[in-house]
Structures are given as C-alpha cells and as structure tokens.
Nanobody, 123 residues
Framework: QVQLVESGGRLVRAGGSLRLSCAAS????????MGWFRQAPGKEREFVAT????????SYEDSVKGRFTISRDNAKNTVYLQMNSLKPQDTAVYSC????????????????WGQGTQVTVSS
C-alpha cells in the first residue's frame, strides 16, 4: 500500500512559478517509480513528468520541457514538480502517482494516486 498526498497548488499569474509536492508513505516504496499527471476541465488526463525513485531517470511531456522539473527527496519520501514560466494552458488538477518498476507515461500502469491539487494560471 502507498498513500500519496499532493500540496502546493494555487492561483498564479502567467509567467510565474510553483512547486508542487507529493508526500508518499507505505511499504516497499523504494521499488516505485513516480509520475505527475494533469487534467483540465473538459479534457482527458495527460502525462506531465516521471522519475525513477532510485535511479532519478526522468522524462517529460513535450509542452513542459524546459519549464518543468521533476525531482525527489528520498529522506522525505517526497517527489516535487517545479513549474516555471507557467501559462494559462497549464491550468489543471495535478496528481501524482506511483507504480512498481520503471517509469512510464501511461496512466493505466500506475497503481496508486493522490487526490490532486488545483493549479490555476491567470492571464
């Protein structure tokens, strides 16, 4: 079992920055890769970024490359999403997720999900 709790979402102006956090707890967590996904109103959930918990290998959706950075802090069992140069198009509920094994861009492969945190970017 893995429990995930996101925090850090808020209203921010275009061009601004936010850092989202995802605190994880549970057994055998070192075997899990982590991912960030987002879902905007009227749209399907989409991949944002992934990271291997042990190897720190990362990947990103094309539209956020160069703007977003996923990272981890093993001592705190926490994964972060640093978001810079935010755009109104980034407005969505951001959720973190965990899966066994290697990282993946497919939401269906993730076993555990947080409840999400709202990010709203104004013009």
């Amino acid at each position: 079992q893995v429990q995930l709790v996101e925090s850090g979402g808020r209203l921010v102006r275009a061009g601004g920055s936010l850092r989202l956090s995802c605190a994880a707890s549970g057994r055998t967590f070192s075997n899990y890769a982590m991912g960030w996904f987002r879902q905007a109103p009227g749209k399907e959930r989409e991949f944002v970024a992934t990271i291997d918990w042990s190897r720190t290998t990362t990947s990103y959706e094309d539209s956020v490359k160069g703007r977003f950075t996923i990272s981890r802090d093993n001592a705190k069992n926490t994964v972060y999403l640093q978001m810079n140069s935010l755009k109104p198009q980034d407005t969505a509920v951001y959720s973190c997720a965990a899966k066994l094994g290697t990282r993946s861009q497919r939401a269906s492969e993730y076993n555990y999900w947080g409840q999400g945190t709202q990010v709203t970017v104004s013009s």
